[in-house]
């Protein structure tokens, strides 16, 4: 069985600083994990997914996150925050070799400040 | 390349009826994936096709369905409509050959309100 936690449903930060959402995940199988994020009235986008290569991956838009595997983490970070990335963020696990079957977190609500 | 489309953007049908959504994927994409929004349940995984046959099921009632025709376009029906239906189901498409994870991209969605 697979799952994911995340940890905040809302997170606010002020423009220009670093952003920290968490996901802790659980999975029989050796998993792949994806951020995805939702703008308002918009479809989801990909952030970036980590499939058992590099343990730090690098996203889009100047995000990264860490793969640890002995904490089951996979937490989401931006060094400085801009307005425009005030979305919805789901951190989200597959089985990993082709399976289509994404599990979803709750979702973390992102709110940037200036 | 062209994203993926979904038809119509916006529904709204009454208790009792049936509804088709469309999906159309990215070029050269064979999967095609269906997810169910709402406030309360979050994203949940409906099904997913892949050259025209239903790969993977979610736990959903036998009321919801798909298919999925040769040119990888895919519909999902929904029959005996319930006010709980009302939600944002969103159809992602991707590769989806095994022996890796390829990222799924997802459509806008289609809102459905059933009242």
């Known amino acids: 069985a697979q799952s994911v936690t995340q940890l905040d449903s809302h997170v606010s930060v002020s423009e220009g600083t670093p952003v920290l959402l968490r996901c802790n995940y659980s999975s029989s199988y050796s998993p792949s994990l994806f951020w995805y994020v939702q703008h308002p009235n918009k479809g989801l986008q990909l952030l970036l997914k980590?499939?058992?290569?590099?343990?730090l991956v690098k996203g889009i838009n100047g995000f990264e996150a860490e793969f640890k595997k002995s904490e089951t983490s996979f937490h989401l970070t931006k060094p400085s925050a801009h307005m425009s990335d005030a979305a919805e963020y789901f951190c989200v696990v597959s089985r990993s070799g082709g399976y289509n079957k994404l599990i979803f977190g709750a979702g973390t609500r992102l709110a940037v400040h200036p | 390349k062209a994203g993926v489309t979904q038809t119509p953007r916006y529904l709204i049908k009454t208790r009792g009826q049936q509804v088709t959504l469309s999906c159309s994927p990215i070029s050269g994409h064979r999967s095609v994936s269906w997810y169910q929004q709402t406030p309360g349940q979050g994203l949940q995984f409906l099904f997913e096709?892949?050259?025209?046959?239903?790969?993977n099921k979610g736990n959903f009632p036998g009321r919801f369905s798909g298919r999925q025709f040769s040119n990888s376009r895919s519909e999902m029906n929904v029959s005996t409509l319930e006010l709980g239906d009302s939600a944002l189901y969103l159809c992602?498409?991707?590769?989806?050959?095994?022996?890796?994870?390829?990222?799924?991209?997802f459509g806008p969605g289609t809102r459905l309100t059933v009242t």
């Open positions: 992602a498409s991707s590769l989806g050959r095994t022996g890796d994870s390829y990222e799924q991209y």
């Open positions: 980590y499939t058992s290569a590099a343990t």
């Open positions: 096709y892949f050259s025209e046959t239903q790969r």
